[in-house]
């Protein structure tokens, strides 16, 4: 296995080996992270590509001590996410069919479909939290469905770790009020 902490993360993007480590290392949770959040395989598979572009672009921009390197790729994946949406709502008001997706074969069809299934309740949670503030939101998906500490979410969002505690504070509180959520969403961590 190729060591990053000798050239850090920033090194992926000059060395082959290591970019294919990180991309094993992370793929499922990245697949996983877009699966709860996106029901079409094609999109989550493109999605995938581009999280893994994004990441080889802004390796440079990685810190250790601000958190875990998943924590940060999980801010990647949310910022590419965030970009699709806003490019797909400007495409829908245009009413143009998006273009140039690459075809998939039916096992991976097959297989992004499971893993699609397979974060349906997390999708569930995900719809009903709708009515909080997007910020507070955001960082209780991080906390609650993708399992970061409050420590990396506050990384991933690009926020502090205070702020980070008062909004997931904030979110908790309210998502009490939310019928059909787990008692777990609500929990602490």
Same mark, same amino acid.
Request: charged residues 35%; hydrophobic residues 65%.
């Given at each position: 296995m190729v060591k990053l902490k000798q050239t850090g993360l920033a090194g992926i993007a000059r060395d082959p080996a290591a970019f294919e480590a990180f991309y094993e290392r992370h793929f499922n949770d990245v697949t996983k992270f877009l699966a709860r959040r996106v029901i079409d395989p094609q999109t989550v598979a493109d999605l995938t590509a581009d999280v893994f572009l994004a990441a080889l672009d802004s390796a440079h921009t990685y810190r250790p001590g601000r958190g875990s *390197? $998943?924590?940060?790729l999980y801010g990647v994946a949310r910022n590419t996410l965030l970009a699709e949406r806003r490019r797909s709502v400007r495409e829908q008001r245009a009413n143009r069919k998006i273009a140039g997706r690459r075809l998939l074969d039916g096992d991976d069809i097959a297989r992004l479909e499971e893993r699609i299934d397979a974060e349906a309740s997390a999708r569930l949670a $995900? *719809?009903?939290?709708?009515e909080l503030p997007d910020k507070d939101r955001a960082l209780l998906e991080l906390v609650a469905i993708d399992g970061l500490s409050t420590a990396e979410a506050a990384a991933a969002l690009g926020i502090r770790q205070g702020t980070a505690r008062v909004r997931l504070h904030r979110a908790r509180r309210s998502i009490h009020q939310v019928p059909g959520i787990m008692p777990a969403i609500g929990g602490t961590k």
């Open positions: *390197e $998943i924590a940060w $995900i *719809e009903r939290m709708a």
